[in-house]
T-cell receptor, first 112, second 115 residues
């Protein structure tokens, strides 16, 4: 089944404790993105990647890192999480630039 | 300025009736794409329909159609014959430029279908 998977789905952590949210897609998509969703703000892009080893900042990249060492994986790294990073995070992928994006199931992160 | 504006925080519709969810956009690009996504209470984002800026006909996908009015910069979603399972948040989104990967999302409209 073609899908985007994220792990973990739920995470509660404390300020300053490094964490990684994994994202994997099995559709051989070139483009992958991370978004965060906050009430009243819709979804905002954090980082995106156009291919292996090619990443760039989105609209709200502060406090996040990403890597794209393999085509299928695009982990999101929070080196020192803070409470304002409490949010619902979505990974998405698309076959080509501009095509519809397929979203993962979301990761709900709470930073205490 | 907001790139995507959804002015209806919440909408109600009677089961089996049609409903229109509003979306206006702001861009100076000639080439862009407009998307609608559905987010049920379970949280996942489900792609519904896409309209390219150069598409002359309104997009349709089953019970979903996109009322694209380029001059007014609007891209309203029409759901016909509403079903209880249509109750969800609906997001309008835009891709600016022919190859952009970023989607700009609106703040969403929560649709409730009444039996």
């Amino acid at each position: 089944e073609a899908q985007v998977t994220q792990n973990p789905r739920y995470l509660i952590t404390v300020t300053g404790k490094k964490l990684t949210v994994t994202c994997s897609q099995n559709m051989n998509h070139e483009y992958m993105s991370w978004y965060r969703q906050d009430p009243g703000l819709g979804l905002r892009q954090i980082y995106y990647s156009m291919n292996v080893e090619v990443t760039d900042k989105g609209d709200v990249p502060e406090g996040y890192k990403v890597s794209r060492k393999e085509k299928r994986n695009f982990p999101l790294i929070l080196e020192s999480p803070s409470p304002n990073q409490t949010s619902l995070y979505f990974c998405a992928s698309s076959l080509q630039r501009g095509n519809e994006q397929f979203f993962g199931p979301g990761t709900r992160l709470t930073v205490l | 300025a907001q790139k995507i504006t959804q002015t209806q925080p919440g909408m109600f519709v009677q089961e089996k009736e049609a409903v229109t969810l509003d979306c206006t956009y702001d861009t100076s690009d000639q080439s862009y794409g407009l998307f609608w996504y559905k987010q049920p209470s379970s949280g996942e984002m489900i792609f519904l329909i896409y309209q390219g800026s150069y598409d002359e006909q309104n997009a349709t996908e089953g019970r979903y159609s996109l009322n694209f009015q380029k001059a007014r910069k609007s891209a309203n979603l029409v759901i016909s014959a509403s079903q209880l399972g249509d109750s969800a948040m609906y997001f309008c989104a835009m891709r600016e430029g022919p190859g952009a990967n970023n989607l700009f999302f609106g703040t969403g409209t929560r649709l409730t279908v009444i039996p």
